[in-house]
Nanobody
Framework: QVQLVESGGGLVQPGGSLRLSCAAS????????MGWFRQAPGKEREFVTA????????SYAASVKGRFTISRDNAKNTFYLQMSDLKFEDTAVYYC???????????????????WGQGTQVTVSS
């Protein structure tokens, strides 16, 4: 089992920045990918970004590319989502997730991930 705890959400003005953290504990050694998803009110949960455990590969949704950055600190079993130039449409509950190797399943698919955090609210408002 892997437990994930997110932190860092909050209220920010358009154009502002936030950094989300996801601390993992438990049997993390089998994990190969870490990702962030988000769910806005009335919408389905969508992929935001992902990074491999080695850090050698990252992927971003087109809507956040150039504004968001994913990173990880394996020594701390923590990964991060740095969000900049936030827009109203970034308002959502953000979830972190980790998954093991799963051939044929891309990192943008929710089916790739085995464990999920509880979510943290990010609200972009003036």
């Amino acid at each position: 089992q892997v437990q994930l705890v997110e932190s860092g959400g909050g209220l920010v003005q358009p154009g502002g920045s936030l950094r989300l953290s996801c601390a993992a504990s438990g049997r993390t050694f089998g994990s190969s990918v870490m990702g962030w998803f988000r769910q806005a009110p009335g919408k389905e949960r969508e992929f935001v970004t992902a990074i491999t455990w080695s850090g050698g590969f990252t992927s971003y949704a087109a809507s956040v590319k150039g504004r968001f950055t994913i990173s990880r600190d394996n020594a701390k079993n923590t990964f991060y989502l740095q969000m900049s130039d936030l827009k109203f449409e970034d308002t959502a509950v953000y979830y972190c997730a980790v998954g093991g190797p799963r051939p044929g399943v891309g990192v943008a698919s929710q089916n790739r991930y085995d464990y999920w955090g509880q979510g943290t609210q990010v609200t972009v408002s003036s």
